[in-house]
């Protein structure tokens, strides 16, 4: 089936006044930086709350697998609660997707805001609710990686039906890498670790599909290219109509060693991905590093090679 074959489920855009939830999927955050996130949203006249078990820690993860369901269940059956925002991403989130109540959030739409390892709940967003998401910062708020620019964005995707637009940046790592042309399609992805994971397991249709792509610091090249490899050959990849990139972060290192024979993050990404026949924008300054935008997934979106732009249709009604 096509991304594009069903219709788009779009939440209703933020208002003053709205109810929002904060949860942890994922990792436990801090405490002080979480009072950061409720202070900026609150100052858009936002009421916030805090999920029961937002600040538990079982070893790594946020509270135990069933009480991080909870509070996610309890924030999509609550029609008070307007959106849900995760604190943090690390690791667990996908222990927990298939477990959620996905009739309760069809029922009663509302954004989903999260990035890294929270790209397994918005894929599951997509794949079981057809619902338009928000790849954003966390509320987990660090003002010097997360400045005014994407508090600005995060405002804009959540409380104005204005399309996103996300232009090249030539000094990112994945700018060389392009296969000219424009395509048109939803837009879905987000963290390469985890669509890899979802293979085979949770991952959407991506034929008709836009897929973004994004990758954090701590690996190398070889577990990019597997990564790459194995969508490739899983068939995950058939059908997509384009390739936006954003930030892979952590291989300024490789450039120049001979061991590798003086290939670069590029180089892997250009061995991979200009194969497949579309047209692919790299240099999307959009990822893990400092001042995050927001971008809708979900969504239609059209990438444009000549102007260097990704435009994204807005993710709320």
Request: charged share 25%.
């Amino acid at each position: 089936m096509s991304a594009d074959s069903l219709p788009i489920l779009r939440p209703p855009r933020l208002r003053a006044g709205d109810r929002v939830r904060f949860v942890s999927p994922a990792c436990p955050p801090d405490r002080d930086l979480v009072a950061r996130g409720v202070e900026l949203l609150t100052s858009w006249g936002l009421r916030v709350e805090l999920g029961e078990h937002v600040f538990d820690q079982w070893g790594y993860l946020a509270g135990r697998d069933e009480d991080r369901v909870a509070d996610l269940d309890a924030a999509f059956r609550d029609p008070g609660v307007r959106a849900v925002f995760a604190t943090r991403g690390g690791k667990g989130t996908y222990r927990i997707v298939d477990e959620l109540d996905y009739t309760a959030l069809r029922r009663d739409p509302k954004p989903l805001v999260g990035f890294s390892d929270i790209t397994h709940l918005l894929l599951a967003a997509w794949a079981r609710c057809r619902l338009a998401v928000l790849h954003g910062p966390f509320v987990n708020w660090y003002e010097p990686a997360t400045g005014p620019e994407s508090a600005r964005a995060l405002r804009r995707a959540l409380m104005t039906t204005e399309p996103v637009t996300v232009r090249r940046n030539p000094s990112e790592t994945t700018a060389p890498v392009t296969v000219e042309g424009t395509a048109t399609g939803i837009l879905l992805g987000g963290n390469l670790d985890a669509i890899r994971t979802e293979a085979g397991a949770g991952l959407p249709s991506l034929r008709g599909a836009i897929l973004f792509l994004e990758h954090q610091r701590g690996t190398g090249l070889g577990e990019v290219d597997r990564a790459l490899t194995q969508l490739i050959r899983s068939g995950a990849l058939d059908g997509v109509r384009g390739i936006a990139l954003g930030q892979f972060l952590g291989f300024e290192r490789d450039l120049g060693d001979p061991a590798l024979g003086g290939w670069g993050i590029a180089d892997v990404l250009r061995d991979r991905l200009c194969g497949l026949g579309v047209p692919v924008l790299g240099g999307l300054p959009a990822g893990h590093a400092d001042d995050p935008p927001t971008i809708p997934l979900g969504s239609e979106a059209t990438i444009d090679t000549y102007a260097g732009t990704l435009v994204v249709q807005p993710a709320v009604a």
